[in-house]
């Protein structure tokens, strides 16, 4: 029987990540079609229900909305999807303000905006806050304190927790205050009827417009205030930059899309002499320029997808089920009808990609194998080894199976920011791990597969919080060779010396803790962590040199002394420095453990630390809030070198094997 349990096992989650595989999400709903609308956001072209779940996870931490939180043990939350969310925040704001949805955790902020305190029967958690919680003079002093942090501490060094608790607020205020105002301003009512209402004014306020401005003579001062009142009210919406819903008239690429404001300007002054009249810089028109475009305007017609824009919100606000379900197929068939249809494809691709969510279920699939593999160690039954290693596989396959959705809807390279690359890293391990373990079958490639690959899914789960995991990179790394082979090759270098890391700390924790560890063990990791130095070694030496030779094309020079570029040769240079130690016989299984350990602190440094100086050209992922985990993480590796160089004869493992009465064992008291 227990030969079978590692299938029987291992089908039922095959079974789980299967199902999720194959079902459709909300495909007979109406949210779940509307969520499959197109929109351009943050430069790319992306599902409505991509930019629900990266807005609502930028200002909750999570990718639901948590209406009413349980008030004892046997009631359920009230939840709804991020879609249903964004939805009732583009056209029903006064209902969305209400909803607890902003996270405020530090208690400084929270006194300086005097919100109440966890009280479970009033529904406070303590945590979460809705936006009129804040009320008009909480918003102000965000804004005010946010403008002022900008200003006088543009070094990110100079502020404290405080001053970055206030600056994501108010990021998160802002983006909201943008989606409210996507579709329509926030306090319109029945927007199909502004729109005809604006529509009436356009003939006779243009008119006046070129009246007053030729000089001529009077002109009808009614009918210019007509038009340009709720024209302003576009104008202030249009400022805010809201994404963009309306698609290009027959096809076209994400550049030609254009946000709902700026279609119904459009429609009476013209683009030219729109972003002229809003005087913006680089579109100011010459004399003549402004006398054609003052002639040509109220002479275009409206968009049509705005009529179609205005129908479902107009019946979503109306909670009038039939006709929204009505609005969106007609939508839907009117993007077909502009061949559109790559676009409606691309976003229902990557909003089954989003319902799939292959990295969380990879992460629970690594839990549950490295459960397994703790089984293996306590009480050696190879079942339980082979379960482990059916997961990781398992996992493996799922963890491969989003990295290559990931650059199919992207057209990049596995690795194009700091998300991507810690999914990367956390392949490259598991990888390791496995052919690890198909030479050694103790569970320790198991264990470096299982942990590692799980920390870098809460490592990637952290850096989604910032919003967009798929935002297009600044110009200059914009180049899909480079990222397939100086990216690639230097981050499958960054794992590696993470694996040797990792061993190195089993072997630690292992033989001082415990009494697994043997003599014959702890040669196996010996031999394991040199084999995959001379790997990593050799990866981050070519990423590196690949690097300078991307550099020399891009910015004229091979070499800079960056820092990112300091980063990757430091961690040529220790993995050399390790090899070296061993060859010239100055360090043996302790020594290399322990320099293998401060590996972890060096690709970290590169990794991550180079970002958090905010300066040189690779500074592209900065997070604030990534100092405070870095500079514990790499206490923790301190404290384990520490333990590392606690005599051996102090070693649970070892104790035994260099007592006076034993023989020592190879290797034991030898650093």
């Known amino acids: ?165 206030i600056l994501g607020l108010y990021e998160a205020m802002t983006l909201y205050l943008r989606l409210k105002n996507t579709v329509h301003p926030q306090d319109t009512v029945r927007f199909a009827d502004e729109i005809a209402a604006y529509r009436k004014t356009i003939p006779a306020g243009v008119e006046a ?37 309306i698609p290009p008239a027959a096809g076209g690429d994400s550049f030609e899309w254009q946000r709902v404001p700026e279609a119904l300007l459009d429609a009476s002054f013209g683009a030219p002499l729109l972003k002229h009249l809003m005087r913006i810089p680089k579109a100011e028109l010459p004399a003549e320029a402004v006398t054609e475009a003052i002639r040509a305007a109220g002479t275009r017609p409206l968009h049509p997808a705005v009529g179609h824009w205005a129908a479902m919100a107009d019946a979503f606000r109306g909670e009038d089920t039939g006709g929204f379900n009505a609005a969106v197929a007609a939508y839907r068939g009117y993007l077909e009808s502009l061949r559109l249809g790559d676009a409606l494809a691309k976003a229902g691709r990557e909003q089954r990609y989003n319902a799939f969510a292959p990295f969380s279920k990879a992460a629970a699939l690594y839990l549950v194998a490295f459960l397994f593999g703790c089984g293996f160690w306590f009480n050696f039954a190879e079942w339980t080894r082979k379960t482990s290693l059916n997961l990781v596989r398992l996992a493996f396959v799922v963890h491969t199976l989003g ?26 391990a598991v990888g390791l791990g496995w052919i690890l373990e198909s030479f050694w079958k103790n569970a ?59 061993l190195a700390i089993l072997y630690v924790v292992l033989g001082l803790f415990t009494k697994v560890m043997t003599a014959d063990m702890g040669r196996s990791l010996s031999r394991m ?26 910015w004229g020079r091979f070499w800079g002394w960056d820092p990112k570029e300091n980063g990757a040769l430091i961690i040529v240079l220790w993995n050399a420095l390790i090899l070296h130690a061993r060859w010239g016989g100055m360090v043996r299984e302790r020594g290399i453990m322990n320099l293998a350990i401060f590996g972890n602190i060096v690709t970290s440094w590169s990794w991550f630390g180079t970002n958090l100086l905010g300066v040189g050209l690779h500074s592209y992922g900065f997070m604030s809030g990534a100092f405070t985990a870095l500079m514990a993480f790499v206490a923790s590796q301190c404290v384990l070198i520490a333990l590392g160089l606690v005599p051996q004869a102090k070693w649970r493992s070892f104790a035994r094997a260099t007592s006076p009465a034993a023989p020592k064992a190879s290797g034991a008291g030898a650093v």
């Open 403 to 428: 990295l290559l959705v990931r650059m199919w809807l992207e057209g990049r390279p596995p690795v194009t920011n700091l998300y991507s690359s810690a999914i990367f890293i956390g392949w490259g």
């Open 444 to 502: 320790i490639g198991l264990a470096v597969a299982t942990v590692i690959g799980f920390s870098t899914q809460i490592v990637a789960h952290n850096l989604a919080l910032g919003g967009d995991t798929m935002v297009m990179l600044q110009a200059v790394l914009d180049t899909n060779f480079w990222l397939a082979t100086h990216v690639v090759i230097v981050t499958l270098g960054y794992s590696a010396t993470y694996v040797a890391g990792f």
């Open 1 to 165: 029987m227990k030969q079978r349990l590692p299938l029987v096992i291992t089908g039922i989650f095959a079974l789980w990540i299967l199902g999720a595989l194959v079902r459709r999400p909300d495909r007979d709903d109406a949210l779940g079609a509307f969520g499959r609308l197109p929109v351009v956001f943050n430069g790319r072209l992306q599902p409505i229900d991509s930019l629900a779940r990266n807005s609502l996870t930028r200002i909750r931490e999570k990718d639901t909305a948590n209406l009413e939180p349980a008030k004892s043990w046997h009631e359920r939350p009230r939840i709804i999807t991020a879609t249903e969310w964004l939805l009732t925040v583009m056209t029903r704001p006064e209902v969305a303000d209400g909803w607890k949805v902003f996270r405020v955790d530090h208690p400084e902020l929270k006194a300086l905006l005097k919100l109440p305190e966890p009280n479970p029967p009033a529904g406070e958690d303590g945590k979460h806050y809705s936006w009129n919680q804040f009320g008009e003079t909480g918003l102000k002093q965000i804004e005010d304190n946010a403008r002022n942090i900008q200003e006088n501490k543009k070094d990110s060094s100079q502020r404290n927790a405080f001053d970055n608790a």
């Open 529 to 554: 962590v040199y084999g995959i130095l001379c790997f990593a070694t050799l990866f981050s030496f070519v990423g590196t040199v690949l690097g300078g030779i991307w550099a020399d094309q891009s």
């Open 209 to 245: 417009f070129r009246q007053r401005m030729s000089g001529a003579g009077a002109f009808d001062t009614n009918a210019l205030t007509e038009l340009f009142g709720p024209a302003e009210r576009y104008f202030v919406t249009l400022r805010g930059e809201p994404p963009l819903l």
